[in-house]
T-cell receptor
Framework: EPEVTQTPSHQVTQMGQEVILRCVPISNHLYFYWYRQILGQKVEFLVS????????KSEIFDDQFSVERPDGSNFTLKIRSTKLEDSAMYFC?????????????FGQGTRLTVV | AQTVTQSQPEMSVQEAETVTLSCTYDTSESDYYLFWYKQPPSRQMILVIRQEAYKQQNATENRFSVNFQKAAKSFSLKISDSQLGDAAMYFC?????????????FGKGTKLTVNP
């Protein structure tokens, strides 16, 4: 069964460093998302991406964040200068987006620890 | 803005028994989707069940079923014949269906414990 894959599963980085989280969405999906979950809290929307551009972003997704689909398969989230409060689980999700489609499929997540 | 509320931070159930997890939501839209996601200790988000708001019939997936009350904006999840593997965090989520925001809005989750 097709699935969303994320790498790495766990990343530890020093405050102020740049990190890139990688995702390979399901191949025929058209909509891509990043969500984050701070430990013990609810899952929060960061950004959605469609047709090679951001379609929506949350207040959390400030200038320190960027997304890119550099080729036909990868979807990346970059955090330019990490802060302690960026420590969280980051989930990539994708959705087919065609008629009758409803649900988003999530990857297994990347645990980001900023020290 | 849409909101999702899960009023039960924790629930427990005996193995083989039935448990119901509550979820209410707020929206001014008439057409939307509702989901229940399961998050086991591995922290992966797994879709359990979905409901289209235009459908009156409640969705069912094996031991999982929902009670969708559109007028009351309520969307509860019933787990029958609970198994040890059902122990997880359960998140209720909402998404618009036509135009506007495509994002999922999640509740805070309910931690389900299954006792042997």
């Amino acid at each position: 069964e097709p699935e969303v894959t994320q790498t790495p599963s766990h990343q530890v980085t020093q405050m102020g460093q740049e990190v890139i989280l990688r995702c390979v969405p399901i191949s025929n999906h058209l909509y891509f998302y990043w969500y984050r979950q701070i430990l013990g809290q609810k899952v929060e929307f960061l950004v959605s991406f469609y047709n090679n551009e951001i379609s929506e972003k949350s207040e959390i997704f400030d200038d320190q964040f960027s997304v890119e689909r550099p080729d036909g398969s990868n979807f990346t989230l970059k955090i330019r200068s990490t802060k302690l409060e960026d420590s969280a689980m980051y989930f990539c999700a994708s959705r087919q987006g065609r008629q009758g489609d409803t649900e988003a499929f999530f990857g297994q997540g990347t645990r980001l620890t900023v020290v | 803005a849409q909101t999702v509320t899960q009023s039960q931070p924790e629930m427990s159930v005996q193995e083989a028994e039935t448990v119901t997890l509550s979820c209410t939501y707020d929206t001014s839209e008439s057409d939307y989707y509702l989901f229940w996601y399961k998050q086991p200790p591995s922290r992966q988000m797994i879709l359990v069940i979905r409901q289209e708001a235009y459908k009156q019939q409640n969705a069912t997936e094996n031991r999982f079923s929902v009670n969708f009350q559109k007028a009351a904006k309520s969307f509860s999840l019933k787990i029958s014949d609970s198994q040890l593997g059902d122990a997880a965090m359960y998140f209720c989520a909402y998404r618009n269906s036509l135009g506007g925001s495509e994002k999922l809005v999640f509740g805070k989750g309910t931690k389900l414990t299954v006792n042997p």
